[in-house]
């Protein structure tokens, strides 16, 4: 049976020495990649100007089962496979250098919405961070804005949350396959984000999550959008290596300053005062620096008085009016949920804007 030109463009983005750099070279000079796997040795080296090892790869590739296996997950999981000349490819990262020869997206929303913000921070964000990250998004409703960021622990899923909430798409940038979902504690979440944005990964199933996929994955960040907003970050980590990757694609850095006396805006701090980054105190600062137009007014809004609760929501509810905040152990010994079912409760409370998640797993309802 004949393969079809994706088959062997995910092929040919698998061998081994052909990065992001040459595969787009490679695609720039043969009509198809299906062209590429029939050329010749010799005219791989004189056409394309490849070494002697990267032809050689390219003509004794053999690992095709691994292609059939993906595009049947694929299939299987209404994925979108986006290579580099897809129309749904992301066009802001389709211009820089390193971007992916290959993306996996389950979602429903545009990858190329006319714009595109990431919003990044600590995983051991203070009080204080929650509450400006959750502002900034409010403020971003205004401008129909799509919200990116990792999916991970702290500021990146107060993003993603505050986004569900006030009706904006949010994408999940992943340093896994889309088999699986790390951390563990945000599948609801993602599943929650895949009708809402999508999760986004260059990384085929079962790939894990490993250490080093994760610089990889915040060039994805930083490329598909038009600005990076960092809000607390240490002078170390995954903030600061997707600013720096942000700051050398030309696009926009913000940051919101903190005490100086505060290790979580030590980042942020410096990043301001060596110029790297604007200094973002409201989304006015974000909207002016970008040129946006207000798409929607504000709307005066309230809470609602009556929310119809599920009976596990309902008996969380009852325990956090007694008490002030409880940890999650402590709610679950005392509904008798399990660590699934309570996760579950606590996700969707959260999105009612009923309870927040605190730092040190504490939970509290909202004022």
């Keep these: ?30 009509t198809t990649a299906e062209e590429i796997f029939a050329t010749s040795i010799k005219q791989l080296k004189s056409i394309a100007g490849l070494s002697e090892s990267n032809a050689n790869a390219i003509k004794s590739f053999t690992d095709f089962s691994l292609i059939e296996r993906e595009l049947d997950f694929a299939k299987q999981h209404d994925i979108q496979v986006l290579d580099y000349a897809h129309p749904n490819y992301p066009r802001r990262l389709r211009h820089c250098a390193d971007s992916p020869s290959v993306l996996f997206y389950k979602g429903t929303e545009d990858l190329n919405q006319q714009k595109v913000v990431s919003i990044i921070g600590t995983r051991s964000f203070t009080e204080y961070g929650r509450r400006v990250c959750e502002e900034l998004v409010e403020g971003l409703k205004l401008y129909n804005v799509t919200v990116v960021s990792g999916l991970a622990f702290g500021i990146d899923a107060i993003a993603h949350k505050a986004c569900i909430r006030a009706g904006l798409p949010t994408i999940g940038v992943v340093a896994h396959g889309l088999d699986t979902m790390y951390p563990a504690a945000h599948r609801n979440l993602s599943k929650e984000m895949m009708q809402h944005g999508g999760v986004l990964s260059e990384y085929y199933a079962g790939t894990n999550a490993d250490k080093g996929n994760f610089p990889a994955r915040n060039r994805i960040v930083a490329g598909m959008s038009d600005a990076t907003i960092i809000i607390e970050t240490d002078r170390r980590g995954g903030s600061m290596i997707t600013a720096e990757i942000a700051y050398s694609y030309n696009r926009d850095v913000f940051c919101v300053p903190g005490r100086i006396t505060d290790a979580k805006s030590n980042g942020c701090n410096d990043l301001i005062k060596s110029l790297k980054a604007q200094m973002v105190t409201n989304v006015d600062d974000i909207a002016g620096s970008l040129g946006w137009v207000q798409q929607k007014k504000p709307k005066l809004s309230q809470r609602h008085l009556f929310v119809e609760l599920s009976a596990n929501e309902s008996m969380i509810v009852d325990l956090l009016k007694v008490n002030a905040s409880m940890h999650i152990d402590a709610l679950c010994a005392n509904t008798a949920l399990n660590s699934s079912a309570l996760a579950s409760s606590l996700l969707s409370l959260e ?6 998640v605190m730092p040190g797993k504490l939970v509290s309802l909202l004022d």
Excluded: N, T, W
């Design 1 to 30: 049976m004949k393969k079809d030109e994706l088959y062997y463009k995910l092929a040919l983005s698998r061998v081994d020495g052909i990065g992001p750099v040459k595969y787009k070279k490679l695609m720039e000079q043969f």
């Design 351 to 356: 999105m009612q804007h009923i309870i927040r």
